[in-house]
């Protein structure tokens, strides 16, 4: 059971627009830690997508976007392409238990 | 260009302990603000942190698993080492390392290796 709650899976048609989100608790996300988010295509290493929350990385297409509200965040594909089927990871940093980064379950986006 | 590749067994004896080192480049983990992961993913599962080290020598540990881990660097080799003792067939995973860095604030992951699958079976 992963600290930061995804949902198992989303699904969208090509140009929709898609969001995941990431429920944490007072104790990582609450508690005014960054969220990140990477993006694991099959057979692949982990990509970072967006950090700091709401940042992009050089190279990342602005149809990805991230927020963060309370104990919450979210990841927003818009212009959804078929090449963006993969997995995607939120990550944060959970104070409880000495101090931990923790990563959510996990969401695989279905293109369809 | 920031580089990072992980070696070791790919296959383990239950009880036995797992060597893995991460050989990067591009970067040193001697300069402030930098630091290198371990991270772990079972086949169809999950990403999992594991542990941390930083220029200082700062480490950290995933709680429910400090006992068993320990990272270590030799920055003059470019590498960071990570032991894991007493494996058991549930630690089956591919085993990644990251490099880490402060920039303007924000701590995160951003280069990845392209992992290596360790399989724990007698």
């Known amino acids: 059971q992963s600290v930061l709650t995804q949902p198992p899976s989303v699904s969208g048609a090509p140009g929709q627009r898609v969001t995941i989100s990431c429920t944490g608790s007072s104790s990582n996300i609450g508690a005014g830690y960054d969220v990140h988010w990477f993006q694991q295509l099959p057979g692949a290493a982990p990509k970072l997508l967006i950090y700091?929350?709401?940042n992009r990385p050089s190279g990342v297409p602005d149809r990805f976007s991230g927020s963060k509200s309370a104990t919450s965040a979210s990841l927003t594909i818009t212009g959804l392409q078929a090449e963006d089927e993969a997995d995607y990871y939120c990550?944060?940093?959970?104070?409880?238990?000495?101090?931990?980064?923790?990563f959510g379950g996990g969401t695989k986006l279905t293109v369809l | 260009q920031i580089t990072l590749k992980e070696s070791g067994p790919t296959l383990v004896k239950p009880t036995q302990t797992l060597t893995l080192t991460c050989s990067f480049s591009?970067?040193?983990?001697?300069?402030?603000?930098?630091?290198v992961g371990w991270i772990r993913q079972p086949p169809g599962k999950a990403l999992e942190w594991l542990a941390l080290i930083y220029w200082d020598d700062d480490k950290r540990y995933s709680p429910s698993l400090k006992s068993r881990l320990t990272i270590t660097k030799d920055s003059p080799k470019n590498q960071v080492v990570l032991t894991m003792t007493n494996m058991d067939p549930v630690d089956t995973a591919t085993y990644f390392c990251?490099?880490?860095?402060?920039?303007?604030?924000?701590?995160?992951?951003?280069?990845w290796g392209q992992g290596t699958l360790v399989t724990v079976s007698s």
């Open positions: 990251a490099h880490r860095e402060v920039y303007g604030g924000h701590d995160y992951f951003d280069y």
């Open positions: 990550q944060s940093y959970d104070i409880s238990l000495s101090g931990s980064e923790v």
């Open positions: 700091g929350n709401n």
């Open positions: 591009g970067f040193s983990l001697s300069s402030n603000g930098v630091g």
